[in-house]
């Protein structure tokens, strides 16, 4: 069911390196002119992954520029996440970390179960087909909660 589109989403998972950033860059896509969109992870101690670049190319989705950051940093760059009208957590560590940094804040925080691609398949044809299931399903998940660019917000 699509619901009148919130003017600030955080999207996050493990590592803001694979979901996350995806995510963030499907949504501003479809909804970028009408809704701030920014990712974290619970930890930022990986790049952005080149699969995750390459498979949201794909779709039209440039994920090259991305720099993976935490809430942690978020916080240190001024980020507050009570800024955010929701945040979409697309792993259990981190809809944890989400529900702690907004206990006492009144932020909806929705829990997406999303595949995580990263330990999935042996050859890079294999890998990439992973990493689209895993574009695929958030954009579908995108879709149903937020509607398509065309429709009036």
């Given at each position: 069911m699509t619901r009148k589109l919130p003017s600030s989403v955080l999207f996050c998972c493990d590592h803001n390196s694979v979901r996350s950033p995806m995510a963030e860059g499907l949504?501003?896509?479809f909804h970028g002119q009408r809704v701030y969109v920014q990712s974290a992870g619970v930890r930022n101690d990986r790049e952005i992954d080149?699969?995750?670049i390459a498979v949201s190319a794909?779709?039209?989705?440039e994920l090259s520029?991305?720099?993976?950051r935490s809430f942690e940093e978020m916080a240190q760059w001024g980020d507050d996440l009570t800024g955010f009208d929701l945040i979409?957590?697309?792993s259990p560590a981190s809809?944890?970390?989400a529900l702690e940094l907004t206990r006492f804040a009144h932020i909806d925080v929705e829990y997406w179960p999303i595949m995580d691609p990263t330990g999935l398949g042996e050859t890079r044809p294999a890998k990439?087909?992973?990493y689209r299931q895993t574009r695929d399903q958030i954009k579908e998940r995108l879709l149903a909660r937020f509607g398509t660019p065309t429709e009036d917000q």
């Open positions: 949504m501003k896509k080149g699969f995750s794909e779709d039209g989705v520029r991305h720099r993976a979409v957590a697309l809809q944890r970390q990439l087909d992973a």
